[in-house]
């Protein structure tokens, strides 16, 4: 149930297209959002990369929503949902706007909707700031993220305790305080934002997610995001049980080599929820949305996959 006592989240939304065919299983009503952390060398949506305006243009991009209003508008769709289809929310990258995504979520769940998240698995937070994920993992096939537990001394306080200007002193903390004691608890640094995708896994019936490079280093400098965040993503879809879909776009001299293939498909099966893997030839249809944002793109002088080459492929990639 939506908290009714909250305001509803606004979410920003690029487009929408009412009958995809290629974004999850069926026929599906697909909502692109404004706004992606991350800038794939790849990317053939530039024009969903930001949310707000800068400067001193405060607005937002995209058109405002509330869940309750999109909701409506795809709910008239609902009778080509039958065979399996259903909504999918992408982007952009949807976890930008996850709470917005979880009230629709909620919503389209209650009218008995299918709901996939398309996602890069780039939260905008700090790998830092979320806890570990507690599942069983093959490390060793992953890379996994490896995260530290976060500790920290909690200070437990007293207005009785007949020590408590010698504790003070000897800690620190200040003679105003009633201190008596420490001791040691785990902590999330960041429960909000762990918990705000709690929340949204829980409502989430499916997740397509991209594998883009295997390595740290290659997603780093190809996408400007991180794996391990991925990771982490895929750690906690593993953790609520959601039914996943690998994606990998094939690029020329830098996706299409059958050791990178295999890998991100290891990657992709160490995780048990796993139902398919997609592979996607990269194309360049999208220049003319480069040339009319004045951005340059990187891979203009890349050649498009062929399908022999997705093929061939394709061959690596049984689950
Ligand atoms: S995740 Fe990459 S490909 Fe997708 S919208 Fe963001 S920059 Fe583009």
Known sequence: MINKNTE????????LQSMGAVDGPGIRFCVFLQGCPLRCMYCHNPDTWLVKKTGDDQSYFGTPYTAEELVKKILRYKTYFANGGGVTISGGEPLMQAE????????????GVHTC???SG???????????????????????????TDVLKEVVFSD??????????SK??????????????????????????????????LVICDIKFTTEKDYRECTGG????????????????????????V???????????????????????????????????????????????????????????????NLLISI
């Open 122 to 148: 780039n939260f905008p937070e700090n790998l830092s700031e979320l806890a570990p994920i507690p599942v069983e993992h093959d490390d060793a096939a992953t890379g996994s993220a490896n995260l530290e």
């Open 172 to 205: 620190g903390i200040g003679t105003s305080n009633t201190c008596v004691d420490t001791k040691v608890i785990e902590i999330r640094k960041n429960s909000t934002a762990h918990e705000k995708y709690d929340r949204l896994l829980d409502v989430t019936d």
């Open 251 to 313: 690029v020329p001299g830098y996706t299409d080599s059958e050791e990178e293939v295999s890998a991100m498909a290891e990657i992709a099966r160490s995780y048990p929820t796993l139902e398919k893997i997609e592979l996607l030839p990269f194309h360049k249809l999208c220049i003319p949305k480069y040339e009319a944002l004045g951005i340059p793109f990187r891979c203009a002088d890349i050649p498009e996959c062929s399908r022999e080459t997705i093929e061939k492929l």
């Open 117 to 119: 998240l398309d996602t």
């Open 226 to 249: 991180s794996l391990k965040k991925v990771q982490y993503f895929l750690d906690m879809v593993t953790k609520h049980s959601v039914p996943l879909w690998i994606r990998h776009v």
């Open 8 to 15: 509803p989240k606004i979410g920003y939304v690029h487009s």
């Open 100 to 111: 917005f995504v979880t009230e629709l979520f909620i919503l389209l769940h209650e009218n």
């Open 160 to 169: 009785t305790h007949p020590d408590t200007k010698a504790i003070d002193a």
